[in-house]
Protein backbone atom coordinates (compact mmCIF):
# COMPACT_ATOMS: atom_id res chain seq x y z
CA UNK A 1 0.00 0.00 0.00
CA UNK A 2 1.40 3.26 -1.17
CA UNK A 3 1.77 6.12 2.18
CA UNK A 4 -0.87 8.78 2.10
CA UNK A 5 0.46 11.86 1.68
CA UNK A 6 -0.34 14.76 3.73
CA UNK A 7 -2.70 17.35 1.69
CA UNK A 8 -0.54 20.28 3.27
CA UNK A 9 2.93 18.22 2.08
CA UNK A 10 4.75 20.14 -0.46
CA UNK A 11 6.23 18.13 -3.16
CA UNK A 12 7.71 19.29 -6.24
CA UNK A 13 8.61 17.40 -9.22
CA UNK A 14 12.03 18.52 -11.32
CA UNK A 15 11.25 18.90 -14.66
CA UNK A 16 13.25 18.37 -17.30
CA UNK A 17 14.10 20.13 -20.80
CA UNK A 18 14.70 16.74 -22.77
CA UNK A 19 12.93 18.03 -25.97
CA UNK A 20 14.60 19.37 -29.08
CA UNK A 21 13.63 22.47 -30.34
CA UNK A 22 11.86 22.00 -33.65
CA UNK A 23 11.15 25.15 -35.12
CA UNK A 24 13.20 26.03 -38.22
CA UNK A 25 11.98 29.74 -38.25
CA UNK A 26 14.62 30.95 -36.42
CA UNK A 27 17.03 29.95 -39.42
CA UNK A 28 17.11 33.17 -41.31
CA UNK A 29 17.59 30.97 -44.57
CA UNK A 30 13.93 29.67 -44.41
CA UNK A 31 12.38 32.64 -45.17
CA UNK A 32 14.91 33.68 -47.75
CA UNK A 33 14.46 31.06 -49.16
CA UNK A 34 10.78 30.63 -49.49
CA UNK A 35 10.86 34.44 -50.97
CA UNK A 36 13.34 33.38 -53.63
CA UNK A 37 11.31 30.38 -54.93
CA UNK A 38 8.31 32.67 -54.84
CA UNK A 39 10.16 35.27 -56.91
CA UNK A 40 11.52 32.53 -59.17
CA UNK A 41 8.27 31.12 -59.56
CA UNK A 42 5.56 33.29 -58.62
CA UNK A 43 3.92 30.66 -55.87
CA UNK A 44 3.19 31.35 -52.49
CA UNK A 45 5.92 29.41 -50.17
CA UNK A 46 5.45 29.17 -46.57
CA UNK A 47 6.80 27.74 -43.84
CA UNK A 48 4.60 26.70 -40.92
CA UNK A 49 5.86 26.04 -37.49
CA UNK A 50 3.21 22.97 -36.90
CA UNK A 51 2.97 19.32 -37.85
CA UNK A 52 -0.11 19.36 -40.22
CA UNK A 53 -1.47 22.31 -41.95
CA UNK A 54 -3.96 24.17 -39.70
CA UNK A 55 -6.03 25.76 -42.59
CA UNK A 56 -7.15 23.60 -45.54
CA UNK A 57 -8.79 26.47 -47.98
CA UNK A 58 -7.08 26.72 -50.68
CA UNK A 59 -3.95 24.15 -49.90
CA UNK A 60 -2.59 23.55 -53.04
CA UNK A 61 0.85 21.60 -51.85
CA UNK A 62 1.98 20.70 -48.62
CA UNK A 63 5.16 18.81 -47.08
CA UNK A 64 6.48 17.89 -43.60
CA UNK A 65 9.71 19.20 -42.83
CA UNK A 66 10.74 16.12 -40.55
CA UNK A 67 14.29 15.01 -39.87
CA UNK A 68 13.62 11.16 -39.02
CA UNK A 69 13.29 11.06 -35.30
CA UNK A 70 8.98 10.56 -35.07
CA UNK A 71 8.10 14.20 -34.89
CA UNK A 72 7.36 16.38 -37.63
CA UNK A 73 8.65 20.12 -36.61
CA UNK A 74 6.83 21.98 -39.15
CA UNK A 75 5.22 21.79 -42.97
CA UNK A 76 5.87 24.03 -46.20
CA UNK A 77 2.89 24.78 -48.27
CA UNK A 78 1.87 26.72 -50.75
CA UNK A 79 -2.23 28.41 -50.90
CA UNK A 80 -3.68 29.64 -53.80
CA UNK A 81 -5.29 32.30 -51.68
CA UNK A 82 -8.38 32.07 -53.48
CA UNK A 83 -6.83 32.91 -56.75
CA UNK A 84 -7.60 29.77 -58.59
CA UNK A 85 -7.71 31.72 -62.05
CA UNK A 86 -3.46 31.91 -61.27
CA UNK A 87 -3.14 28.07 -61.08
CA UNK A 88 -4.99 27.67 -64.35
CA UNK A 89 -2.68 30.17 -66.36
CA UNK A 90 0.49 28.87 -64.63
CA UNK A 91 -0.61 25.19 -64.80
CA UNK A 92 2.21 24.68 -67.26
CA UNK A 93 4.96 25.63 -64.91
CA UNK A 94 3.35 23.88 -61.58
CA UNK A 95 5.02 20.29 -61.82
CA UNK A 96 8.59 22.04 -62.07
CA UNK A 97 7.40 24.28 -58.95
CA UNK A 98 6.47 21.00 -57.14
CA UNK A 99 9.39 19.69 -57.81
CA UNK A 100 11.23 22.32 -56.74
CA UNK A 101 9.29 22.89 -53.56
CA UNK A 102 9.65 19.13 -52.56
CA UNK A 103 13.88 19.46 -53.11
CA UNK A 104 13.21 22.47 -50.65
CA UNK A 105 11.17 20.25 -48.32
CA UNK A 106 14.37 17.36 -48.41
CA UNK A 107 17.28 20.26 -48.54
CA UNK A 108 15.40 21.65 -45.03
CA UNK A 109 15.20 18.02 -43.40
CA UNK A 110 18.86 17.44 -44.14
CA UNK A 111 19.42 20.61 -42.40
CA UNK A 112 17.76 19.94 -39.08
CA UNK A 113 18.99 16.43 -39.36
CA UNK A 114 22.84 17.76 -39.46
CA UNK A 115 21.91 20.74 -36.66
CA UNK A 116 20.71 17.74 -34.53
CA UNK A 117 23.36 15.29 -35.06
CA UNK A 118 25.43 18.19 -34.37
CA UNK A 119 23.89 19.53 -30.71
CA UNK A 120 24.48 15.23 -30.15
CA UNK A 121 27.95 14.78 -31.59
CA UNK A 122 28.55 17.83 -28.98
CA UNK A 123 27.45 16.40 -26.31
CA UNK A 124 29.20 13.28 -27.06
CA UNK A 125 32.79 15.34 -27.04
CA UNK A 126 31.64 16.94 -23.83
CA UNK A 127 31.32 13.38 -22.02
CA UNK A 128 34.87 12.55 -23.77
CA UNK A 129 36.76 14.96 -21.63
CA UNK A 130 38.91 13.13 -19.74
CA UNK A 131 38.23 13.50 -15.85
CA UNK A 132 41.42 13.88 -14.03
CA UNK A 133 42.45 16.01 -11.03
CA UNK A 134 43.41 19.10 -10.90
CA UNK A 135 47.02 20.41 -10.03
CA UNK A 136 45.98 22.87 -7.91
CA UNK A 137 42.98 20.66 -6.87
CA UNK A 138 43.48 21.01 -2.65
CA UNK A 139 41.74 19.23 0.08
CA UNK A 140 39.99 15.48 0.86
CA UNK A 141 36.32 14.78 -0.86
CA UNK A 142 34.87 15.38 2.37
CA UNK A 143 35.77 19.18 2.96
CA UNK A 144 34.76 19.53 -0.66
CA UNK A 145 31.22 18.58 -0.22
CA UNK A 146 30.93 20.61 3.34
CA UNK A 147 31.79 23.54 1.10
CA UNK A 148 29.60 22.74 -0.94
CA UNK A 149 26.80 21.76 1.69
CA UNK A 150 27.88 25.05 3.42
CA UNK A 151 27.25 27.12 0.33
CA UNK A 152 24.16 25.65 -0.50
CA UNK A 153 22.42 26.06 2.87
CA UNK A 154 23.24 29.80 3.08
CA UNK A 155 21.61 30.09 -0.29
CA UNK A 156 18.39 29.02 0.88
CA UNK A 157 18.81 30.48 4.46
CA UNK A 158 19.35 27.19 5.94
CA UNK A 159 21.58 26.40 9.06
CA UNK A 160 22.49 22.74 8.52
CA UNK A 161 22.62 20.23 5.45
CA UNK A 162 23.37 17.31 5.49
CA UNK A 163 23.73 14.25 2.68
CA UNK A 164 22.26 10.71 3.37
CA UNK A 165 23.39 8.03 0.58
CA UNK A 166 22.01 4.33 -0.19
CA UNK A 167 23.75 1.15 0.76
CA UNK A 168 24.76 -1.33 -1.39
CA UNK A 169 21.35 -2.61 -0.98
CA UNK A 170 19.24 0.24 -1.23
CA UNK A 171 18.01 -0.19 2.42
CA UNK A 172 18.99 2.51 4.41
CA UNK A 173 20.29 5.86 4.00
CA UNK A 174 23.75 6.95 6.06
CA UNK A 175 25.02 10.27 6.75
CA UNK A 176 28.25 10.75 4.73
CA UNK A 177 28.70 14.51 4.90
CA UNK A 178 26.99 17.26 6.98
CA UNK A 179 27.42 21.11 7.66
CA UNK A 180 26.16 22.57 10.65
CA UNK A 181 25.98 19.18 12.34
CA UNK A 182 27.79 18.03 15.39
CA UNK A 183 30.93 15.50 14.49
CA UNK A 184 28.98 12.69 16.34
CA UNK A 185 26.35 12.79 13.84
CA UNK A 186 28.93 10.83 12.22
CA UNK A 187 28.50 7.74 14.49
CA UNK A 188 24.75 7.80 14.36
CA UNK A 189 23.50 3.95 12.87
CA UNK A 190 22.30 4.40 9.26
CA UNK A 191 18.34 4.81 9.13
CA UNK A 192 16.14 2.27 7.69
CA UNK A 193 15.03 3.39 4.00
CA UNK A 194 11.52 1.61 4.60
CA UNK A 195 10.39 4.31 7.28
CA UNK A 196 11.40 7.05 5.67
CA UNK A 197 8.65 8.71 3.99
CA UNK A 198 10.17 11.99 2.86
CA UNK A 199 13.33 10.41 1.78
CA UNK A 200 11.06 7.84 -0.32
CA UNK A 201 9.68 10.57 -1.59
CA UNK A 202 12.76 12.54 -2.63
CA UNK A 203 14.04 9.43 -4.47
CA UNK A 204 11.14 9.11 -7.08
CA UNK A 205 12.14 12.36 -8.20
CA UNK A 206 10.08 14.95 -6.03
CA UNK A 207 11.28 17.71 -3.66
CA UNK A 208 9.80 17.43 -0.09
CA UNK A 209 9.15 20.97 1.31
CA UNK A 210 8.47 20.43 5.63
CA UNK A 211 7.71 24.30 6.74
CA UNK A 212 6.85 23.38 10.36
CA UNK A 213 6.85 21.05 12.74
CA UNK A 214 3.24 19.89 12.29
CA UNK A 215 4.16 18.47 9.02
CA UNK A 216 7.39 16.44 10.73
CA UNK A 217 5.21 13.84 12.09
CA UNK A 218 4.82 10.13 11.98
CA UNK A 219 6.58 8.74 8.94
CA UNK A 220 7.35 12.42 7.61
CA UNK A 221 9.48 13.17 10.50
CA UNK A 222 13.11 14.83 9.66
CA UNK A 223 16.37 12.98 10.28
CA UNK A 224 17.60 15.72 12.65
CA UNK A 225 15.82 18.28 14.63
CA UNK A 226 14.56 20.79 13.10
CA UNK A 227 11.53 24.13 12.88
CA UNK A 228 11.63 23.38 8.41
CA UNK A 229 12.98 21.24 6.64
CA UNK A 230 13.33 20.97 2.97
CA UNK A 231 14.48 17.54 1.47
CA UNK A 232 15.85 16.68 -2.56
CA UNK A 233 17.30 14.03 -4.69
CA UNK A 234 20.66 13.19 -4.99
CA UNK A 235 20.72 11.00 -8.19
CA UNK A 236 22.96 9.91 -11.01
CA UNK A 237 22.14 9.74 -14.63
CA UNK A 238 21.19 5.82 -13.88
CA UNK A 239 20.53 5.78 -10.34
CA UNK A 240 19.46 7.18 -7.72
CA UNK A 241 22.23 7.89 -4.76
CA UNK A 242 20.62 9.03 -1.85
CA UNK A 243 18.60 12.02 -0.30
CA UNK A 244 20.15 15.59 0.64
CA UNK A 245 18.45 17.97 3.71
CA UNK A 246 18.36 21.18 4.68
CA UNK A 247 17.21 22.51 8.22
CA UNK A 248 16.03 25.13 9.29
CA UNK A 249 15.58 26.36 13.10
CA UNK A 250 12.54 28.47 11.99
CA UNK A 251 8.96 28.06 10.98
CA UNK A 252 9.13 28.82 7.06
CA UNK A 253 8.00 28.53 3.35
CA UNK A 254 10.46 27.09 0.61
CA UNK A 255 10.03 29.25 -2.79
CA UNK A 256 10.58 27.41 -5.95
CA UNK A 257 12.89 29.87 -6.52
CA UNK A 258 15.24 28.00 -3.36
CA UNK A 259 13.45 24.55 -4.07
CA UNK A 260 15.68 24.81 -7.31
CA UNK A 261 18.68 25.92 -5.85
CA UNK A 262 18.50 22.88 -3.11
CA UNK A 263 17.78 20.76 -6.67
CA UNK A 264 21.53 22.45 -8.08
CA UNK A 265 23.68 21.75 -5.06
CA UNK A 266 22.26 18.01 -5.04
CA UNK A 267 23.28 17.57 -8.65
CA UNK A 268 26.64 19.15 -8.30
CA UNK A 269 27.23 16.78 -5.18
CA UNK A 270 26.04 14.03 -7.53
CA UNK A 271 27.84 15.25 -10.18
CA UNK A 272 31.48 15.41 -7.32
CA UNK A 273 30.76 11.70 -6.30
CA UNK A 274 31.09 10.53 -9.71
CA UNK A 275 33.73 12.33 -10.65
CA UNK A 276 35.82 11.15 -7.52
CA UNK A 277 35.04 7.60 -8.44
CA UNK A 278 36.08 8.24 -12.11
CA UNK A 279 39.29 9.14 -10.73
CA UNK A 280 39.34 6.77 -8.44
CA UNK A 281 39.09 3.53 -10.83
CA UNK A 282 41.08 5.68 -13.72
CA UNK A 283 43.87 5.40 -10.75
CA UNK A 284 43.77 1.88 -9.81
CA UNK A 285 42.76 1.56 -13.57
CA UNK A 286 46.48 2.94 -13.95
CA UNK A 287 48.53 1.66 -11.54
CA UNK A 288 46.74 -1.85 -12.67
CA UNK A 289 48.34 -1.64 -15.93
CA UNK A 290 51.86 -0.80 -15.26
CA UNK A 291 51.56 -3.56 -12.98
CA UNK A 292 50.49 -5.73 -15.68
CA UNK A 293 53.24 -4.36 -17.73
CA UNK A 294 55.73 -5.09 -15.56
CA UNK A 295 54.54 -8.80 -15.50
CA UNK A 296 54.45 -9.24 -19.25
CA UNK A 297 58.13 -7.68 -19.28
CA UNK A 298 58.78 -10.39 -16.87
CA UNK A 299 57.37 -13.00 -18.88
CA UNK A 300 58.88 -11.87 -22.31
CA UNK A 301 62.26 -12.02 -20.59
CA UNK A 302 62.04 -15.01 -19.01
CA UNK A 303 61.46 -17.06 -22.54
CA UNK A 304 64.97 -17.46 -24.10
CA UNK A 305 66.24 -15.77 -27.06
CA UNK A 306 69.18 -17.25 -28.12
CA UNK A 307 70.37 -20.74 -28.35
CA UNK A 308 73.30 -21.70 -26.68
CA UNK A 309 76.42 -22.99 -28.66
CA UNK A 310 75.68 -26.22 -29.62
CA UNK A 311 77.72 -28.10 -32.27
CA UNK A 312 75.87 -29.78 -34.62
CA UNK A 313 72.27 -28.61 -33.62
CA UNK A 314 69.92 -25.29 -33.67
CA UNK A 315 67.29 -24.57 -31.30
CA UNK A 316 64.30 -21.78 -31.85
CA UNK A 317 61.11 -20.97 -30.09
CA UNK A 318 57.92 -18.67 -30.63
CA UNK A 319 55.40 -17.61 -27.82
CA UNK A 320 52.09 -15.04 -28.71
CA UNK A 321 50.23 -14.24 -26.16
CA UNK A 322 46.50 -13.95 -26.93
CA UNK A 323 45.94 -11.13 -23.96
CA UNK A 324 48.15 -8.46 -22.13
CA UNK A 325 49.96 -12.31 -20.07
CA UNK A 326 48.71 -15.66 -20.63
CA UNK A 327 50.30 -19.42 -20.05
CA UNK A 328 52.32 -20.41 -23.06
CA UNK A 329 55.92 -20.92 -23.02
CA UNK A 330 58.90 -23.05 -24.15
CA UNK A 331 62.29 -23.00 -22.80
CA UNK A 332 65.32 -25.06 -22.73
CA UNK A 333 68.22 -25.33 -20.48
CA UNK A 334 71.49 -27.59 -20.04
CA UNK A 335 71.47 -30.47 -17.69
CA UNK A 336 75.13 -30.99 -18.46
CA UNK A 337 78.02 -30.33 -21.31
CA UNK A 338 75.97 -33.61 -23.56
CA UNK A 339 72.36 -33.13 -22.09
CA UNK A 340 69.71 -30.53 -22.51
CA UNK A 341 66.18 -30.38 -21.28
CA UNK A 342 63.26 -29.11 -23.68
CA UNK A 343 59.84 -27.86 -22.90
CA UNK A 344 56.69 -26.16 -24.18
CA UNK A 345 53.67 -25.52 -22.52
CA UNK A 346 50.37 -23.73 -22.03
CA UNK A 347 48.15 -22.78 -18.60
CA UNK A 348 44.34 -22.27 -17.96
CA UNK A 349 42.60 -19.64 -20.99
CA UNK A 350 45.35 -17.41 -20.68
CA UNK A 351 45.05 -14.01 -18.95
CA UNK A 352 46.87 -13.23 -15.30
CA UNK A 353 45.54 -16.87 -14.01
CA UNK A 354 47.25 -18.79 -16.81
CA UNK A 355 50.41 -16.36 -16.58
CA UNK A 356 50.74 -17.57 -12.17
CA UNK A 357 49.98 -21.16 -13.16
CA UNK A 358 52.70 -21.43 -15.89
CA UNK A 359 54.84 -19.52 -13.59
CA UNK A 360 54.55 -21.96 -11.03
CA UNK A 361 55.16 -24.60 -13.75
CA UNK A 362 58.20 -23.26 -14.69
CA UNK A 363 59.81 -22.75 -11.87
CA UNK A 364 59.08 -26.58 -10.93
CA UNK A 365 60.49 -27.44 -14.00
CA UNK A 366 63.69 -25.27 -13.27
CA UNK A 367 64.40 -26.40 -9.70
CA UNK A 368 64.70 -29.89 -10.77
CA UNK A 369 68.22 -30.91 -10.34
CA UNK A 370 68.56 -34.59 -10.00
CA UNK A 371 71.28 -37.04 -11.65
CA UNK A 372 70.53 -38.32 -13.33
CA UNK A 373 67.10 -36.75 -14.14
CA UNK A 374 63.90 -38.44 -15.07
CA UNK A 375 61.18 -36.60 -17.05
CA UNK A 376 58.43 -38.82 -15.93
CA UNK A 377 59.24 -38.43 -12.32
CA UNK A 378 59.84 -34.67 -12.94
CA UNK A 379 56.04 -34.35 -14.60
CA UNK A 380 54.83 -36.32 -11.66
CA UNK A 381 56.41 -33.64 -9.26
CA UNK A 382 55.41 -30.40 -11.50
CA UNK A 383 51.58 -32.03 -11.63
CA UNK A 384 51.50 -32.51 -7.81
CA UNK A 385 53.14 -28.62 -7.23
CA UNK A 386 50.20 -27.22 -9.29
CA UNK A 387 47.26 -28.88 -7.96
CA UNK A 388 49.17 -28.20 -4.31
CA UNK A 389 48.89 -24.19 -5.66
CA UNK A 390 45.29 -23.97 -6.59
CA UNK A 391 43.86 -26.94 -5.29
CA UNK A 392 42.56 -28.46 -8.61
CA UNK A 393 41.64 -24.94 -10.42
CA UNK A 394 45.23 -24.42 -12.10
CA UNK A 395 45.28 -26.76 -15.27
CA UNK A 396 48.15 -26.82 -17.67
CA UNK A 397 49.69 -28.90 -20.93
CA UNK A 398 53.54 -29.60 -21.28
CA UNK A 399 55.83 -31.79 -23.48
CA UNK A 400 59.11 -31.91 -22.15
CA UNK A 401 61.98 -33.73 -23.43
CA UNK A 402 65.59 -34.85 -22.33
CA UNK A 403 67.91 -34.16 -25.65
CA UNK A 404 70.99 -36.06 -25.57
CA UNK A 405 73.61 -33.94 -28.48
CA UNK A 406 76.09 -36.63 -28.66
CA UNK A 407 73.90 -39.17 -30.27
CA UNK A 408 70.48 -37.47 -31.02
CA UNK A 409 68.58 -39.83 -28.67
CA UNK A 410 65.32 -37.79 -26.98
CA UNK A 411 63.55 -38.91 -24.22
CA UNK A 412 60.40 -37.15 -23.92
CA UNK A 413 56.96 -37.13 -22.00
CA UNK A 414 53.72 -35.41 -22.40
CA UNK A 415 50.57 -34.52 -20.83
CA UNK A 416 47.19 -32.00 -21.67
CA UNK A 417 47.03 -31.36 -25.59
CA UNK A 418 50.85 -30.13 -26.94
CA UNK A 419 51.52 -31.62 -30.46
CA UNK A 420 54.76 -33.21 -31.33
CA UNK A 421 56.37 -33.80 -34.96
CA UNK A 422 58.82 -35.72 -36.13
CA UNK A 423 60.00 -34.19 -39.52
CA UNK A 424 62.38 -36.25 -42.01
CA UNK A 425 63.22 -36.01 -45.62
CA UNK A 426 61.23 -38.70 -46.52
CA UNK A 427 58.14 -37.83 -44.06
CA UNK A 428 56.53 -37.36 -40.74
CA UNK A 429 55.20 -38.93 -37.95
CA UNK A 430 53.34 -37.62 -34.55
CA UNK A 431 54.59 -38.60 -31.27
CA UNK A 432 51.92 -37.92 -28.40
CA UNK A 433 48.40 -37.81 -28.16
CA UNK A 434 46.25 -36.08 -26.06
CA UNK A 435 45.88 -36.80 -22.59
CA UNK A 436 45.00 -35.72 -19.04
CA UNK A 437 46.36 -32.22 -18.34
CA UNK A 438 48.55 -31.42 -15.12
CA UNK A 439 47.05 -30.12 -12.26
CA UNK A 440 43.40 -31.53 -12.00
CA UNK A 441 44.30 -34.22 -9.64
CA UNK A 442 47.49 -34.67 -7.22
CA UNK A 443 48.37 -37.51 -8.78
CA UNK A 444 48.90 -38.31 -12.80
CA UNK A 445 49.86 -41.75 -14.46
CA UNK A 446 52.30 -40.87 -17.05
CA UNK A 447 53.33 -43.40 -19.83
CA UNK A 448 57.03 -44.20 -20.76
CA UNK A 449 57.18 -43.81 -24.43
CA UNK A 450 59.83 -45.00 -26.83
CA UNK A 451 62.94 -42.17 -27.29
CA UNK A 452 63.37 -40.70 -31.03
CA UNK A 453 66.81 -40.31 -31.90
CA UNK A 454 66.84 -37.58 -34.35
CA UNK A 455 69.62 -37.80 -37.14
CA UNK A 456 71.33 -34.82 -39.04
CA UNK A 457 68.75 -33.12 -41.56
CA UNK A 458 65.89 -33.86 -39.27
CA UNK A 459 63.66 -31.60 -36.95
CA UNK A 460 61.26 -31.93 -34.04
CA UNK A 461 58.95 -29.55 -33.94
CA UNK A 462 56.27 -29.03 -30.88
CA UNK A 463 53.00 -26.95 -30.85
CA UNK A 464 50.97 -25.95 -28.00
CA UNK A 465 47.12 -26.59 -28.13
CA UNK A 466 46.85 -22.49 -29.41
CA UNK A 467 48.20 -23.56 -32.55
CA UNK A 468 46.91 -27.41 -33.61
CA UNK A 469 43.03 -25.90 -32.28
CA UNK A 470 42.59 -23.56 -34.98
CA UNK A 471 42.67 -23.49 -38.34
CA UNK A 472 45.07 -21.38 -41.00
CA UNK A 473 44.58 -18.08 -42.77
CA UNK A 474 42.42 -19.79 -45.59
CA UNK A 475 40.08 -21.26 -43.18
CA UNK A 476 41.37 -24.91 -43.13
CA UNK A 477 42.32 -27.36 -40.56
CA UNK A 478 45.72 -27.04 -39.27
CA UNK A 479 46.04 -30.46 -38.21
CA UNK A 480 49.20 -32.88 -37.82
CA UNK A 481 49.09 -33.44 -41.76
CA UNK A 482 49.11 -29.94 -42.97
CA UNK A 483 51.38 -28.39 -40.31
CA UNK A 484 54.11 -31.37 -41.88
CA UNK A 485 53.31 -30.56 -45.43
CA UNK A 486 53.65 -27.03 -44.66
CA UNK A 487 56.83 -27.24 -42.72
CA UNK A 488 59.11 -30.22 -44.51
CA UNK A 489 58.99 -27.75 -47.66
CA UNK A 490 61.74 -25.84 -45.86
CA UNK A 491 63.06 -28.69 -43.22
CA UNK A 492 66.86 -27.70 -44.30
CA UNK A 493 65.47 -23.81 -43.31
CA UNK A 494 66.75 -22.69 -39.94
CA UNK A 495 64.27 -23.25 -36.79
CA UNK A 496 63.24 -19.37 -37.47
CA UNK A 497 62.25 -20.17 -40.85
CA UNK A 498 60.26 -22.95 -39.68
CA UNK A 499 58.72 -21.16 -37.05
CA UNK A 500 57.74 -17.81 -39.32
CA UNK A 501 55.80 -19.81 -41.81
CA UNK A 502 53.67 -21.47 -38.83
CA UNK A 503 53.37 -17.48 -37.90
CA UNK A 504 52.34 -16.67 -41.31
CA UNK A 505 49.91 -19.29 -41.99
CA UNK A 506 48.23 -18.44 -38.37
CA UNK A 507 44.92 -15.94 -38.44
CA UNK A 508 45.56 -13.08 -36.13
CA UNK A 509 45.00 -13.66 -32.57
CA UNK A 510 41.46 -11.78 -32.70
CA UNK A 511 39.90 -13.51 -36.11
CA UNK A 512 40.84 -16.99 -34.46
CA UNK A 513 38.15 -19.91 -34.79
CA UNK A 514 38.87 -23.05 -33.35
CA UNK A 515 37.16 -26.39 -35.62
CA UNK A 516 38.58 -29.08 -34.43
CA UNK A 517 38.09 -27.81 -30.40
CA UNK A 518 37.04 -31.35 -29.28
CA UNK A 519 35.45 -30.96 -25.40
CA UNK A 520 35.22 -27.25 -25.53
CA UNK A 521 32.35 -25.09 -24.00
CA UNK A 522 30.77 -22.88 -26.55
CA UNK A 523 31.94 -19.45 -24.34
CA UNK A 524 36.02 -20.95 -24.91
CA UNK A 525 35.52 -21.89 -28.60
CA UNK A 526 36.13 -18.52 -29.83
CA UNK A 527 37.87 -17.10 -27.86
CA UNK A 528 41.48 -16.60 -28.65
CA UNK A 529 44.54 -18.95 -27.18
CA UNK A 530 48.11 -18.36 -26.41
CA UNK A 531 50.58 -19.67 -28.82
CA UNK A 532 53.84 -21.54 -28.58
CA UNK A 533 56.09 -23.64 -30.94
CA UNK A 534 59.42 -25.12 -30.38
CA UNK A 535 61.84 -26.39 -33.19
CA UNK A 536 64.84 -28.71 -32.33
CA UNK A 537 66.94 -29.28 -35.75
CA UNK A 538 70.10 -31.39 -36.12
CA UNK A 539 72.11 -29.66 -38.52
CA UNK A 540 73.94 -32.03 -41.22
CA UNK A 541 77.20 -32.69 -40.87
Known amino acids: MSPSIPPYLQLRSAETADKLQTDLADLACVGELCQAFADATGWPLRYIPLPEPSENIDLLWSAPVNPGVGESPGHLRIDLCGASAMYESMRSDWQAAERMAGAIGELLNELFAARRALRERE ?49 QLKLRAAWGLPLEKFTAQARPLANQMADLEALIGHAVALESRDEMVGPWRTPEPAEAALCVPVSSPTAPLGTLWFFCDAQRPFSDEQTNIAEVVAGKIASDLERYALIEEKTSSHQLQQQVQAVRRTQQHQLPVVSP ?21 YDWRMLDDQSLLLMLGDACEGGLEAALASAALRAALRAADDTPLDIDELLRRANRILWESSAGNWWAGLWMGQL ?78 ALSRLLLKELAAPPQRMIDLVHDALPAPNDVSFPLAEGRDEENRSRPQDRSILVVQRLLS
Open 309 to 329: PLPGWSLGGWTEQSESLGGAF
Open 123 to 171: AELAAAVPVKPHRDEQGHLASRLEATLRAGAQGIGCQSAALYLLDDSTT
Open 404 to 481: NLADGRCHFTAAGRPNALWLKPDGWASLVKPSEPLGLTPVIQTERKKPLILSPGQSLVVCNRGIMETADARGRPLDDA
